[in-house]
């Protein structure tokens, strides 16, 4: 975890530990069930497969930003959203990002990059408009408090498992194909889809449990940090109520970001299954209210 004054967290630490670990393995086992169906494609499957994680890695901030059609502000551009994470970041005791905005409707924000010196804090138009001063603070102290912890990397990284996956799926059918009547092209098809879809479901969930955790720990480390729960608890709900109002074209060109917005952009579906990305709304309201009680009682 970074150096901040956010508040530490050491179920998160465990849970980003666990969940690379697990995918980690479950890469290897991926590689080595492929480098045994088809020992003379592994390796260029393998290959392949670790170069778009790591480019995914390398590029998040940008390909993040383009898949949102943003732009990095400066402080003569956006000089009230520039003073208000100056302030946040002084009182957090942490590295400044880059700034940006995204010019839609929808009102929402995310972190992003591969480490703090990349990272890149972003809102939309939409959020500008919706939210108080308090309640946009309240949000970019959640969204700094992603940055501090590191979570955003972590979660770069472990979505990419699917998209090696798949990639590795499509590879070991091609190299099947190739062997033409081969009798074992068959077997060796099935057991490299089952191979990989059992990689895909694991990599689904395990980064499922992680977004949820990490999004109530930053609504948590937030609120300490502005000592503004109630604040926090107001933005969400506006945020959400808004998405009732965007149509559904535009929701739909946000959906690849969903797990990285400080609420998704969804509306009309339940977000208490175990496949959402965020806790339910009413569960973020719950704990910002404990907080709210518990910075106002009277300390002995």
């Not at 959203?81 to 995204?102: E, T, W, Y």
């Not at 770069?156 to 009798?183: C, E, K, N, P």
Request: charged share 20%; hydrophobic share 50%; net charge positive.
């Amino acid at each position: 975890m970074a150096h901040s004054r956010f508040v530490k967290d050491t179920g998160l630490t465990v849970r980003m530990t666990t969940v690379m670990f697990l995918l980690g393995a479950l890469f290897v086992a991926l590689v080595v069930a492929m480098m045994y169906v088809f020992s003379e494609f592994w390796l260029l499957i393998g290959l392949a497969g670790i170069g778009v994680a790591f480019w995914q890695w390398w590029s998040s901030d940008k390909v993040a930003m383009r898949a949102m059609r943003a732009r990095e502000v400066t402080p003569e551009e956006a000089p009230e959203l520039h003073g208000m994470i100056d302030r946040l970041c002084a009182l957090a005791d942490m590295p400044k990002p880059r700034v940006g905005i995204s010019d839609m409707r929808v009102p929402n924000a995310f972190a992003t990059g591969r480490s703090p010196n990349r990272a890149v804090v972003c809102v939309t138009t939409g959020i500008l408009h919706t939210l108080d001063d308090e309640e946009l603070e309240a949000v970019l102290a959640h969204e700094l408090s992603h940055v501090a912890h590191r979570d955003v990397l972590v979660m770069t990284v472990a979505s990419s498992a699917g998209i090696v996956a798949g990639m590795l799926t499509r590879g070991a059918q091609f190299g099947a194909l190739s062997r033409g009547r081969d009798s074992n092209g068959g077997p060796a098809i099935l057991i490299a889809i089952v191979v990989s879809l059992v990689v895909y479901a694991v990599s689904f969930f395990l980064t499922r449990l992680l977004s949820r955790y990490r999004e109530m720990c930053a609504d948590r480390s937030g609120a300490y940090l502005t000592m503004k729960p109630a604040a926090l608890a107001s933005a969400l709900q506006k945020i959400t109520g808004e998405m009732s109002t965007i149509p559904q074209r535009d929701l739909r060109a946000t959906k690849s970001m969903n797990a990285f917005f400080i609420a998704p952009a969804l509306r009309g579906v339940s977000l208490s299954t175990i496949t959402s990305t965020h806790p339910s709304l009413e569960q973020r309201l719950e704990q910002l209210a404990r907080i709210q009680a518990e910075l106002g009682r009277p300390t002995s």
